[in-house]
């Protein structure tokens, strides 16, 4: 375990479906962030929440839609995905201010399209 | 924009060889520099971070950096089959507090 726990590890959805993923980091950090990882591309930022503030990507369609309750917890709410969203869904956290000890991951959604 | 760059690779080196991984980085304010190992289908995992310029090592692992020519890399002695993963450079860039911004990765594969 890492301190950033993410559920769930796999998800199926067809293209009508709405799920979320969640994530938890128990670090004591005050940002948190979403990436996309496809096969063979890099490392793709979606979303980032740090002070209870959101940073976006602009180039990410509006049926991924991000929840930041508290800085312990982050949501993804998904809907009316295409096949294309299949990928690898991480959570990170950080902390923001003082010395910076690089991100922590979650072990990741792994999600599926159908 | 800033920018990291690492080769792709693959980089495939025999079982007891060291394995050389580098990355440049285009904003000179960087202050933090970390090295991910992620296995295929797993989530990155941090292994190096090096803040100044010079070497560190941990274990197996070395570190460099040279901020005067914006390049760190990552040497892996007694390479290991278990080493075969993506390595991932991150950067964080002075003006922006906490963000990381990561290479593409180098596909490392180690044979016995």
């Known amino acids: 375990e890492t301190g950033v726990t993410q559920t769930p590890r796999h998800l199926v959805m067809g293209m009508t479906n709405k799920k979320s993923l969640k994530c938890e980091q128990h670090?004591?950090?005050?940002?948190m962030y979403w990436y996309k990882q496809s096969a063979k591309k890099p490392l793709e930022l979606m979303f980032v929440?740090?002070?209870?503030?959101?940073?976006e990507n602009n180039s990410v369609p509006s049926r991924f839609s991000p929840e930041c309750p508290n800085s312990s917890h982050l949501f993804l709410h998904l809907h009316t995905l295409q096949p294309e969203d299949s990928a690898l869904y991480l959570c990170?956290?950080?902390?923001?201010?003082?010395?910076?000890?690089?991100?922590?991951f979650g072990s990741g959604t792994r999600l599926t399209v159908v | 924009q800033k920018e990291v760059e690492q080769n792709s690779g693959p980089l495939s080196v025999p079982e007891g060889a060291i394995a050389s991984l580098n990355c440049t980085y285009s904003?000179?304010?960087?202050?933090?520099f970390f090295w991910y190992r992620q296995y295929s289908g797993k989530s990155p995992e941090l292994i190096m971070s090096?803040?100044?310029?010079g070497d560190k090592e941990d274990g197996r692992f070395t570190a460099q950096l040279n901020k005067a020519s914006q390049y760190v890399s990552l040497l892996i002695r007694d390479s290991q089959p278990s080493d075969s993963a993506t390595y991932l450079c991150?950067?964080?860039?002075?003006?922006?507090?906490?963000?990381?911004?990561f290479g593409r990765g180098t596909q490392l594969t180690v044979w016995p």
């Open positions: 929440y740090s002070l209870e503030e959101r940073v």
């Open positions: 090096i803040y100044s310029n």
């Open positions: 991150a950067v964080n860039a002075g003006s922006t507090l906490g963000r990381l911004y």
């Open positions: 990170a956290s950080s902390r923001q201010q003082g010395p910076n000890y690089g991100y922590t």
């Open positions: 904003d000179r304010g960087s202050q933090s």
């Open positions: 670090l004591g950090h005050n940002a």
